[in-house]
């Protein structure tokens, strides 16, 4: 239902294209030109009664990346809506079930180590980075370590300024601008789905956390100024990048096309809304082949922004 939606408000785009070129209002447009300040890469597509304004996250946007987050909360005072990430229902059970599966979310199965799964080049370098870091990842998840190596190792979540979706949900919440998530998923199946993927589901997650770990922090810098200057494939490129894009959910063969699914979903109920709609979306899944900026391409929509391939 959510891609029939997505596809008809597609078309209804494309059929009043050449009347929504002319009927873009000053309000929208001003909406449009102040959420561009701010300076975080962004694409715009016109719709028959106003526009939905895609903006491009990177999460932990490093501090002294020389972005405007104040011209983004201007921008989302205006706006007649916002949709912002996934938002996890968790209920008490759900801490529970946490609790009780523990062990399976965070140590590898049975009594098996890392060295059943690597092969000899991936175990070196892992025990490379043990001894560099004095660590002990022997017992230890891999989704768990390539955590451990990116944050804490890597350092890329230290002395990081605010998020969009920071940024936004809190200037709409201020300015009583109706918010939602873009669509929602049960802690259950969240905990389920994480406790079941066997180890080897996690094996590129860790050989990216490694190779990011390895390069050093200076792509941390680079990968906030990529994004700041627009340059989204070296974003994309990006080594810190394309280790988060490999780690769980986003590459789960069941919770990763359902994620995606959603924000296509909601950007074609937006675009039948009137107003502007603003959308802040993870720049992976914005610009990822066959991403969501990719499938609007395909539609025939006309996308305002920087190139993204």
């Not at 030109?33 to 106003?50: K, L």
């Not at 996250?57 to 912002?84: F, K, M, S, Y």
């Not at 009137?274 to 395909?298: F, K, M, N, Y």
Request: hydrophobic share 40%.
């Amino acid at each position: 239902m959510k891609m029939l939606a997505f596809s008809l408000a597609a078309s209804l785009c494309i059929l009043a294209a050449p009347a929504i070129a002319q009927e873009r209002n000053a309000a929208t447009e001003s909406i449009i030109v102040t959420a561009q300040r701010s300076g975080a890469p962004m694409w715009t597509i016109d719709t028959p009664r106003g526009a939905v304004i895609l903006v491009g996250e990177i999460a932990a946007v490093p501090e002294n990346t020389p972005w405007q987050p104040g011209r983004l909360e201007d921008a989302t005072r205006e706006a007649q809506r916002v949709i912002l990430g996934i938002k996890p229902r968790i209920s008490p059970g759900d801490i529970l079930r946490m609790i009780f599966a523990g062990g399976r979310i965070t140590r590898l199965p049975d009594d098996t180590v890392a060295a059943d799964y690597l092969d000899a080049g991936q175990l070196a370098r892992l025990t490379s980075l043990e001894e560099e870091y004095d660590q002990d990842y022997e017992r230890k998840s891999f989704l768990l370590t390539s955590f451990d190596l990116l944050s804490r190792r890597l350092g890329f979540t230290r002395d990081t300024g605010r998020d969009a979706s920071d940024v936004v949900r809190r200037a709409a919440r201020r300015a009583e601008v109706p918010s939602e998530p873009v669509g929602s998923v049960r802690g259950e199946d969240m905990l389920d789905n994480l406790a079941d993927t066997p180890p080897q589901a996690h094996l590129a997650c860790l050989d990216a956390a490694m190779t990011a770990t390895e390069l050093g922090p200076d792509m941390i810098e680079q990968r906030g100024r990529d994004w700041r200057s627009y340059n989204v494939p070296a974003v994309m490129a990006n080594p810190l990048e394309m280790a988060l894009g490999q780690c769980w959910p986003w590459t789960d063969a069941d919770m990763g096309p359902e994620l995606r699914t959603q924000w296509l979903g909601a950007i074609g109920g937006a675009m039948a809304e009137d107003g502007v709609t603003l959308v802040v979306v993870p720049l992976r899944v914005l610009a990822e082949d066959d991403g969501v900026l990719d499938q609007l391409s395909a539609q025939g929509l006309d996308i305002s922004g920087p190139e993204w391939r």
